[in-house]
Each structure stands twice: as C-alpha cells, then as structure tokens.
C-alpha cells in the first residue's frame, strides 16, 4: 500500500510569490492535515480536511489556505510568501475525523523562501 | 507553546542499552496518544500508540507506557541500535488535531 505523498519536495520561492503544495493521502483515507515544521516553533497544525471540508484550522494567517477534492488529495497554497514561510510543511492522511486513528506523515515540502 | 512538552532535548545513548523517553501532557482528557520518530530529512514516522484506557503497550523492540495520574508518558526502545538515531516526538489527540512536543533527539554511540 502506498504511502502518503508530497510533492514537490523542494521548494524555493521569492517574498511576494506564492506557492501550492500537494498530498496524496494513503487510499481509503478522508483525513488530510498538514503541519508547519520549524526549528523554533516546531510541528504546528495549519489545517485538516475531511470529506472536502475544512473542519479545523490553526493559528496562522490568511495567507494559508487549502482544499481538498473529492479523491482526498489536498493541496495547500501560501500567498504573498514571507521569509518567515520558510519550513517543512508536512501533511499527515488517517482514516477518520477526529485523530483517534493512526496519522500517517508524508516526506514533507521543504520551502525555503528567498 | 502546546499542551504535549518532552521532558529533555537530547538523549545520548550507548548502542545496546535500553533508551527511554520522556513526555508530560496537561489535557487530562486526552485519550490517545503516538509516538512518532523523525530522521534528518524524512517525516515523522509512525511508531506505536496508546490509548487512555491502557497503561501499557509493546511495540518490536520498543514500548509505551502511559501514567494517566501524573499525565505522563515514556517510550522505551530497547537494545538502542545506530538506525534509532532520530528526534522522537509525542503526539497527542486534542479532538481538532494532534498536538506535538518539541521532541528529543536520540544519538546512539557506538
């Protein structure tokens, strides 16, 4: 069975672009999250997806969104990207809603904002 | 900061000796609880979870151990190889997400 994927796993983006990430979760799987890892902040939670509906979100700007279609794949988008964007972003698929099952991580896009 | 902290940032450990590592939680509703390893430029990777209706769980070669009273909780790697060099990471279910510590880096000496 195929892991979760990322793509693409690097990343370099000028201030003021903006960029998307994509993940495809393990099959079967509803739940997509995705995580920002720093050094400083470590794993933050952005946002989850479950069935193309956004039911949870993290503390961050408005600047990060997502979505998520009706094969589960989901796709983060960062606007106007600041140095401070500069991290691992992680997406996580389980099988339902609320955390109560396995998570599973992808390899992560590294973005590095110049 | 989150509710889910690790009690040291390093842990240096002699290859074949027993490792173990610490993590407190605060939301005594919790009720599910992951282990998660990282290596340099990898993910987190699944290791083992634990329920709060258990206090013990055993994994291949490691084990998880939840105290419930003091909101603590350990995972033992037993006879520490080279490959378990990593940061490891508790997880816990907050209901909305899962909610890291800052993680302890394990370094295994030859």
């Known amino acids: 069975k195929a892991g979760v994927t990322q793509t693409p796993r690097y990343l370099i983006k000028t201030r003021g672009q903006q960029v998307t990430l994509s993940c495809s979760p393990i099959s079967g799987h509803r739940s997509v999250s995705w995580y920002q890892q720093t050094p400083g902040q470590g794993l933050q939670f952005l946002f989850e997806y479950f069935s193309e509906t956004q039911r949870n979100k993290g503390n961050f700007p408005g600047r990060f969104s997502g979505r998520q279609f009706s094969n589960s794949r989901s796709e983060m988008n960062v606007s106007t990207l600041e140095l401070g964007d500069s991290a691992l972003y992680l997406c996580?698929?389980?099988?339902?809603?609320?955390?109560?099952?396995?998570?599973?991580f992808g390899q992560g896009t590294r973005l590095t904002v110049v | 900061g989150e509710s889910v902290g690790l009690h040291l940032p390093t842990l240096s450990v002699q290859e074949g000796d027993n490792s173990i590592i610490n993590c407190a939680y605060s939301?005594?509703?919790?009720?599910?609880f992951i282990w998660y390893k990282q290596e340099s430029g990898k993910g987190p990777q699944f290791i083992i979870d634990?329920?709060?209706?258990?206090d013990k769980r055993q994994g291949q070669r490691v084990t998880v151990l939840l105290n419930k009273t003091v909101k603590h909780l350990s995972l033992q790697i037993a006879a520490t190889q080279p490959g378990d060099s990593a940061v490891y990471f508790c997880a816990e279910n907050m209901g909305y997400k899962l909610s890291f510590g800052a993680g302890t880096t394990v370094t295994v000496r030859a």
């Open positions: 939301n005594s509703a919790s009720d599910y």
């Open positions: 634990i329920r709060s209706n258990m």
């Open positions: 996580a698929s389980s099988l339902v809603a609320d955390f109560s099952t396995e998570a599973f």
